[in-house]
């Protein structure tokens, strides 16, 4: 029995051995026994399929032989830790097998039982390398390229909804002044620089994480580290992991972009779009929307409003003599001034040009009134403009002159109309009859417009009379308006609406046309030499066509030009001198003659006058209205007599009425008179016969010249 229990125990042990055996060769791990040295004293079937070499031809062989020369010392060094330090040890390193390419292994050590072994667990972790390098390499792009882009990146992990792991890219600190470092002490350091004003909207985006959702990107402000302000857009994607049937929150991936200057460009361009850009005033758009809302307000409420509409009496002065940049620094001294005047929660906007609109809330006509004189005594100045400028100013109603804006803002400007042309500085309120006024006129200049085009100008013609001979041959043309309606129109009545409008120089090219072939048909008739004067503006004297208009006009006619006389007041002369004296020359190169009209009302210096190529001079009729008894008039007429002989200039009065004044102007030597005294204006007809026969002028005993044939038009 012995015997068989022990050869039973034996069968026993050899397949229990059979079984280790088995297990050793055939593990998925290459076990080695080495020495000290490193030779290899026991290897399994894993092991030498690592090397590449047969099991048999292992034993014996250093096992530092399969390492790289490199890698060499750190494994003797590891194998010494082994057997000095007595414990396990572990080491990551590629191995070279004969015949194959590298491997990247993991060693475990331990020594065996006798002391003088190790023993090596061998593990291929070549895969888990490549995967664990290209995910390295992955981060490292991925960090890389988050590094280079505006955005701050940042991420979370999280475990049962607490906090595992966070990342911030570094451009954390240009955005928000805050390094990686101190968003790791403190993952949710930016929730305590949002702004106080957005801390609702930012709540609101946070319960939406909360709650699972990816939120919409918001835009909101924070401040930075410094202490400025930032916007920035903030946006980011939750994912969830259900355990348990219970969703959770596993990720949180977003990104900051600062957008301080986009918001900034966005402000400028929604400012500039509804402001107007050298004030900073509301434009018009923003004001009809203003209005709109505050007339909302007052319906409700049975609050009155006024409504000034304001323009700068003489600004065009200032922009045509002192050029645009002085003009746009007064336009930004009326608006400093205009908001001084009023109060914060009235409205002051600048349409256009020298226009502006003030709407004051809850204002009647008498507090109306007195922020228009309040503006108007104030008065617009800016450096270099020694005269100050003023303001004329229409004011109306709501809701009484309106209950809409349009219908305010076209009343207003009705009555500001009528207070510029009552001589400015001062304020109008709306009537009803300014707007019968104003439609008169509308009518007006839309009848003057086809007022050339229907022949509907006629010409009549002022005599002169020369006061030493008592004959005329030279005459003033003055132009009249048949009017298919209002019939005879005189010049004031139209005058001032076609130079607004522009149509002063149409009517001026009408008038030089029509002088030149009266000149020529005269000359037919057998009339003789004459000459006539032209009163022009100074706007038509700008024209860059003006010598041509003149020169062609003669030409066509073939009249002389000595025969055509270019009357030009004072105010012309001085609107743009060195353009006027250039017209001027070639007027007098080319023959034809120039005066001064009005002379003496103006605010012409001698120096300028003498180095114009003038002929004549003609004195304002207010100098010779009460010119025999008026001792100041007296002077100055008798200043400009003695400028003209000086200059060798002849001197015409005009508006002589009375014999007195002919017999004051005859005893101080005047050559040459005008005026009803000797004849009315006359047409071209009714003219005509009276130039044909000298007999009809005579010359009275007592010095009166007159006309014989009796004058009918007044």
Same mark, same amino acid.
């Given at each position: 029995?012995?015997?068989?229990?022990?050869?039973?125990?034996?069968?026993?042990?050899?397949?229990?051995?059979?079984?280790?055996?088995?297990?050793?060769?055939?593990?998925?791990?290459?076990?080695?026994?080495?020495?000290?040295?490193?030779?290899? /004293?026991?290897?399994?079937?894993?092991?030498?399929?690592?090397?590449?070499?047969?099991?048999?031809?292992?034993?014996? +062989?250093?096992?530092?032989?399969?390492?790289?020369?490199?890698?060499?010392?750190?494994?003797?060094?590891?194998?010494?830790?082994?057997?000095?330090?007595?414990?396990?040890?572990? /080491?990551?390193?590629?191995?070279?097998?004969?015949?194959?390419?590298?491997?990247?292994?993991?060693?475990?050590?331990?020594?065996?039982?006798?002391?003088?072994?190790?023993?090596?667990?061998?593990?291929?972790?070549?895969?888990?390398?490549?995967?664990?390098?290209?995910?390295? +390499? @992955?981060?490292?792009?991925?960090?890389?390229?988050?590094?280079?882009?505006?955005?701050?990146?940042?991420?979370?992990?999280?475990?049962?909804?607490?906090?595992?792991?966070?990342?911030? @890219?570094?451009?954390?600190?240009? *955005?928000?002044?805050?390094?990686?470092?101190?968003?790791?002490?403190?993952?949710?350091?930016?929730?305590?620089?949002?702004?106080?004003?957005?801390?609702?909207?930012?709540?609101?985006?946070?319960?939406?994480?909360?709650?699972?959702?990816?939120?919409?990107?918001?835009?909101?402000?924070?401040?930075?580290?410094?202490?400025?302000?930032?916007?920035?857009?903030?946006?980011? %994607?939750?994912?969830?992991?259900?355990?348990?049937?219970?969703?959770?929150?596993?990720?949180?991936?977003?990104?900051?972009?600062?957008?301080?200057?986009?918001?900034?460009?966005?402000?400028?361009?929604?400012?500039?779009?509804?402001?107007?850009?050298?004030?900073?005033? !509301?434009?018009?758009?923003?004001?009809?929307?203003?209005?709109?809302?505050?007339? &909302?307000?007052?319906?409700?409420?049975?609050?009155?409003?006024?409504?000034?509409?304001?323009?700068?009496?003489?600004? #065009?002065?200032?922009?045509?003599?002192?050029?645009?940049?002085?003009?746009?620094?007064?336009? =930004?001294?009326?608006?400093?001034?205009?908001?001084?005047? &009023?109060?914060?929660?009235?409205?002051?906007?600048?349409?256009?040009?020298?226009?502006?609109?003030?709407?004051?809330?809850?204002?009647?006509?008498?507090?109306?009134?007195?922020?228009?004189?309040?503006?108007?005594?104030?008065?617009?100045?800016?450096? +270099?403009?020694?005269?100050?400028?003023?303001?004329?100013?229409?004011?109306?109603?709501?809701?009484?002159?309106?209950?809409?804006?349009?219908?305010?803002?076209?009343?207003?400007?009705?009555? $500001?109309?009528?207070?510029?042309?009552?001589?400015?500085?001062?304020?109008?309120?709306?009537?009803?009859?300014?707007?019968?006024?104003?439609?008169?006129?509308?009518?007006?200049?839309?009848?003057?417009?086809?007022?050339?085009?229907?022949?509907?100008?006629?010409?009549?013609?002022?005599?002169?009379?020369?006061?030493?001979?008592?004959? @005329?041959?030279?005459?003033?043309?003055?132009?009249?308006?048949?009017?298919?309606? #209002?019939?005879?129109?005189?010049?004031?009545?139209?005058?001032? *609406?076609?130079?607004?409008?522009?149509?002063?120089?149409?009517?001026?090219?009408?008038?030089?046309?029509?002088?030149?072939?009266?000149?020529?048909?005269?000359?037919?008739?057998?009339?003789?030499?004459?000459?006539?004067?032209?009163?022009?503006?100074? %706007?038509?004297?700008?024209?860059?066509?003006?010598?041509?208009? *003149?020169?062609?006009?003669?030409?066509?006619?073939?009249?002389? !030009?000595?025969?055509?006389?270019?009357?030009?007041?004072?105010?012309?002369? $001085?609107?743009?001198?060195?353009?006027?004296?250039?017209? $001027?020359?070639?007027?007098?190169?080319?023959?034809?003659?120039?005066?001064?009209?009005?002379?003496?009302?103006?605010?012409?210096?001698?120096?300028?006058?003498?180095?114009? !190529?003038?002929?004549?001079?003609?004195?304002?009729?207010?100098?010779?209205?009460?010119?025999?008894?008026?001792?100041?008039?007296?002077?100055?007429?008798?200043?400009?007599?003695?400028?003209?002989?000086?200059?060798?200039?002849?001197?015409?009065?005009?508006?002589?009425?009375?014999?007195? =004044?002919?017999?004051?102007? =005859?005893?101080?030597?005047?050559?040459?008179? =005008?005026?009803?005294?000797?004849?009315?204006?006359?047409?071209?007809?009714?003219? %005509?016969?009276?130039?044909?026969?000298?007999?009809?002028?005579?010359?009275?005993?007592?010095?009166?010249?007159?006309?014989?044939?009796?004058?009918?038009?007044?």
């Amino acid at each position: 029995m012995q015997n068989a229990e022990l050869r039973h125990v034996r069968d026993e042990l050899e397949a229990t051995l059979g079984k280790f055996t088995d297990l050793y060769d055939f593990a998925p791990i290459g076990y080695f026994t080495l020495d000290r040295g490193g030779t290899i /004293l026991a290897v399994n079937l894993s092991g030498s399929a690592l090397l590449g070499i047969a099991r048999g031809e292992v034993l014996g +062989k250093s096992f530092p032989e399969f390492v790289s020369d490199k890698s060499r010392t750190d494994f003797f060094e590891f194998l010494g830790r082994v057997f000095a330090l007595q414990r396990k040890e572990s /080491l990551e390193m590629a191995l070279h097998p004969q015949g194959h390419d590298p491997l990247f292994v993991r060693i475990d050590a331990a020594l065996c039982g006798s002391g003088i072994e190790c023993r090596l667990a061998v593990s291929d972790i070549s895969e888990q390398k490549r995967v664990a390098d290209a995910l390295a +390499k @992955s981060e490292e792009q991925y960090r890389a390229i988050v590094s280079n882009i505006n955005e701050y990146v940042y991420s979370a992990s999280f475990e049962n909804d607490a906090l595992v792991s966070a990342y911030h @890219s570094p451009k954390c600190v240009a *955005i928000t002044g805050y390094s990686p470092e101190e968003y790791s002490r403190d993952p949710f350091l930016w929730l305590s620089m949002v702004h106080e004003d957005d801390r609702e909207l930012v709540s609101h985006f946070l319960d939406a994480i909360r709650a699972g959702k990816n939120p919409e990107p918001i835009r909101h402000r924070i401040r930075h580290k410094n202490g400025g302000e930032r916007w920035i857009l903030n946006s980011c %994607t939750v994912q969830r992991r259900e355990i348990e049937g219970v969703a959770t929150i596993s990720r949180l991936d977003g990104f900051i972009l600062d957008i301080t200057e986009l918001k900034l460009a966005e402000e400028s361009i929604f400012f500039l779009a509804h402001h107007d850009p050298l004030t900073g005033l !509301p434009n018009r758009s923003t004001l009809y929307q203003r209005i709109g809302q505050v007339m &909302t307000v007052a319906r409700r409420t049975s609050k009155s409003i006024a409504l000034l509409f304001l323009d700068i009496d003489g600004f #065009k002065q200032v922009n045509d003599t002192l050029g645009h940049d002085v003009g746009d620094r007064v336009l =930004q001294s009326v608006a400093r001034r205009l908001k001084e005047c &009023t109060r914060y929660c009235d409205i002051v906007s600048r349409l256009g040009g020298d226009e502006f609109v003030i709407m004051l809330w809850d204002c009647g006509a008498a507090e109306a009134t007195a922020v228009a004189n309040k503006i108007i005594a104030s008065g617009f100045t800016v450096a +270099k403009v020694s005269a100050a400028l003023n303001a004329s100013i229409g004011i109306s109603l709501f809701p009484q002159d309106g209950t809409d804006y349009l219908t305010l803002l076209k009343h207003a400007d009705i009555a $500001m109309y009528h207070a510029k042309k009552s001589g400015g500085k001062r304020h109008q309120f709306f009537t009803r009859k300014l707007t019968e006024h104003a439609r008169e006129r509308f009518i007006m200049e839309a009848d003057l417009r086809h007022a050339v085009e229907r022949n509907e100008f006629v010409l009549y013609y002022q005599p002169k009379v020369d006061l030493i001979t008592g004959k @005329s041959r030279s005459m003033e043309a003055l132009i009249r308006w048949q009017h298919p309606v #209002k019939g005879f129109t005189l010049p004031g009545n139209f005058i001032g *609406i076609a130079e607004e409008t522009g149509l002063l120089t149409l009517i001026s090219k009408w008038t030089i046309r029509t002088v030149c072939r009266q000149l020529r048909q005269w000359k037919q008739q057998g009339v003789g030499l004459l000459s006539v004067a032209i009163n022009l503006s100074a %706007t038509f004297f700008q024209q860059a066509d003006f010598e041509e208009t *003149i020169e062609s006009a003669l030409y066509e006619t073939g009249v002389p !030009p000595e025969c055509l006389e270019l009357e030009l007041t004072e105010a012309t002369l $001085m609107s743009d001198p060195e353009k006027v004296l250039a017209s $001027m020359a070639a007027m007098k190169a080319l023959g034809v003659q120039l005066s001064i009209d009005d002379f003496g009302m103006g605010y012409s210096c001698l120096n300028y006058l003498k180095k114009l !190529p003038i002929d004549k001079l003609k004195i304002d009729q207010s100098f010779i209205h009460n010119i025999a008894y008026d001792t100041d008039n007296m002077a100055v007429v008798r200043a400009i007599m003695s400028i003209g002989r000086s200059m060798q200039l002849k001197v015409i009065a005009e508006g002589v009425e009375n014999a007195s =004044q002919l017999a004051w102007l =005859q005893a101080e030597g005047s050559e040459e008179a =005008q005026g009803f005294y000797f004849s009315r204006p006359l047409s071209a007809s009714r003219l %005509t016969p009276l130039l044909k026969q000298e007999a009809n002028y005579l010359h009275n005993p007592r010095g009166r010249l007159r006309l014989r044939e009796p004058q009918l038009l007044t």
